[in-house]
């Protein structure tokens, strides 16, 4: 759906401006004098090319730190007994990021409106998920607003943390690969070109392992245009091909299957799944809408199935635990675990328990692969320099020679 930049005055004749999601201008215009708004300039959304709205939105881009911030300094404004509606205000009055500001500042004008809290954060999906909004409006529904926004202030957090772990355990490793890559293209195509015209010059036989440095360097030098543009052509290749159905299915299988890493992804996805699950049980969700919510939320397509097949062996009156099993994704363990929670009607705090089990195994797992990366890649690295450095030394140890004799 389209998006509109709007500049309104409110009743008292100040200046508001925002971003609204709408079919056409005129919807926009309904909706700003539903809010008791008087227009004074709408224009759409510019998409693509450069424009400085577009580079100040990706200067000051939203993170998530922020939605959850928000979430936590709302939750506890309505736990001390604050209105929903004066909540939104004072943290909109203390939120820095501008555009943060502009969205809360619509959700803040909906609401008081007249709408719900779940429908006004449903105007902008690209900040506040489909879960976040159905856990808001089972929230709201319940009573318990409060303690669901703190909920999701805890599971944001937790996944924050874990992006960050992983992110820092891969930082080192892709530090190498670009060093490497420096290393290798100087030494190929800055320094052993030199080389070439005493080489050259002397008539002497060169060793396999230079005439093959030597045809690298002067493929690289000649058609570098060439080599970038494919690379660019099949990485857009893969894209596109990720897009489709049967693409996108077979890359996350054997994203699963790739030894050591297909295990730690598994990992992380399992927690995911448990920890969103769990959250949503203990919040009053039926197990049936939860997969439905959960199923949206995970990335994983492989895993997406999995859960969609639960959720219609559930409808079919089998147990929980049977399509999990069947699934193959799930490990006895945690298929165990859930059909204990099935029985005893705690299956919040098993999905919990698989959650907080699977925490300390990824961290293990990153550690684990990251203290085998990283000798990895300084022995690759190694070899990659003693080949080329052999590949200049021979010859001159040749010419050497020639010269004595």
Wanted: hydrophobic content about 45%; charged content about 20%; proline content about 4%.
């Amino acid at each position: 759906m389209p998006q509109y930049h709007y500049k309104a005055r409110d009743k008292t004749g100040e200046l508001i401006t925002g971003v609204l999601e709408a079919r056409d201008e005129k919807k926009v215009v309904d909706d700003l004098d539903r809010l008791g708004y008087s227009v004074v300039e709408i224009s759409p959304v510019q998409r693509g090319g450069f424009s400085f709205l577009s580079l100040f939105e990706r200067f000051h881009r939203l993170e998530k730190r922020e939605v959850i911030i928000f979430t936590r300094q709302l939750a506890t404004l309505l736990k001390a007994g604050t209105v929903l509606s004066s909540g939104l205000t004072t943290v909109c009055e203390q939120t820095v990021n501008k555009r943060f500001k502009a969205i809360l500042e619509d959700i803040s004008q909906s609401v008081q409106s007249g709408r719900s809290f779940s429908e006004s954060l449903s105007k902008h999906p690209k900040v506040f998920s489909e879960l976040f909004v159905s856990m808001v409006e089972v929230g709201e529904t319940g009573g318990m607003l409060d303690k669901v926004l703190d909920r999701l202030a805890t599971l944001g957090t937790q996944e924050l943390e874990m992006q960050s772990r992983i992110k820092s355990a891969l930082i080192y490793p892709v530090v190498l690969v670009v060093i490497a890559l420096i290393v290798v293209n100087f030494l190929v195509v800055g320094v052993l070109p030199k080389f070439v015209m005493v080489f050259r010059a002397s008539e002497a036989k060169l060793p396999v392992i230079t005439q093959v440095i030597l045809g690298l360097s002067w493929t690289l030098r000649r058609f570098w245009p060439v080599l970038i543009g494919a690379v660019i052509l099949i990485f857009l290749g893969v894209q596109r091909y990720a897009r489709t159905d049967e693409g996108r299915f077979r890359i996350h299988s054997l994203m699963l299957k790739v030894p050591l890493f297909g295990t730690l992804y598994s990992k992380i996805q399992i927690s995911r799944f448990a920890r969103v699950t769990s959250v949503l049980v203990a919040s009053g969700i039926p197990i049936l809408q939860a997969l439905v919510v959960v199923e949206k939320t995970v990335t994983n397509v492989v895993m997406r199935r999995a859960i969609q097949s639960v959720r219609y062996a559930i409808t079919e009156g089998h147990p929980l635990a049977e399509p999990f099993k069947a699934s193959g994704l799930f490990s006895p363990m945690v298929v165990q675990m859930i059909s204990t929670g099935e029985r005893s009607g705690n299956l919040d705090q098993m999905l919990a328990e698989i959650s907080s089990f699977y925490e300390p195994e990824i961290d293990y797992t990153i550690r684990n692969l990251t203290a085998l990366l990283e000798p990895f890649m300084l022995l690759v690295m190694g070899v990659m320099v003693s080949v080329i450095a052999l590949s200049v030394l021979l010859p001159i140890f040749n010419l050497i020679k020639v010269f004595r004799g």
